[in-house]
């Protein structure tokens, strides 16, 4: 088992920043890939960023250019680094993972709690 341990959020004003921090703990040595998940009330949930353990990203439309992916394989920590913020990000942001880039776009294996991200003047 993997557990995933989501911290970071809070309220912004547009424009501001923002860094989420994902923290694996457990059975991570079949990991291979993480991502992070957005889902805003009555939405269903969607893919922001993914990173796989070779450093490789892909990022949704909407986020590109604003939003980093990285992580820090020895403190077992996928980050999320967001600028330029606005309210259509306002959102609970989860962390995933699965084996695979493919397992972690289409149906993540492990899912974190949530940390609900507000942005608003």
């Known amino acids: 088992q993997v557990q995933l341990v989501e911290s970071g959020g809070g309220l912004v004003q547009p424009g501001g920043s923002l860094r989420l921090s994902c923290a694996a703990s457990?059975?991570?040595?079949?990991?291979?890939?993480m991502g992070w998940y957005r889902q805003e009330p009555g939405k269903q949930r969607e893919l922001v960023a993914v990173?796989?353990?070779?450093?490789?990203?892909n990022y949704a439309d909407s986020v590109k250019g604003r939003f980093t992916i990285s992580r820090d394989n020895a403190k077992k920590t996928v980050y999320l680094q967001m600028n330029s913020l606005k309210p259509e990000d306002t959102a609970v942001y989860y962390c995933?993972?699965?084996?695979?880039?493919?397992?972690?776009?289409?149906?993540?294996?492990?899912w974190g709690q949530g940390t609900q991200v507000t942005v608003s003047s």
């Open positions: 995933a993972a699965g084996v695979t880039i493919a397992i972690v776009v289409r149906a993540p294996t492990y």
């Open positions: 990173i796989t353990s070779g450093g490789s990203t």
């Open positions: 457990g059975s991570i040595f079949s990991i291979k890939a």
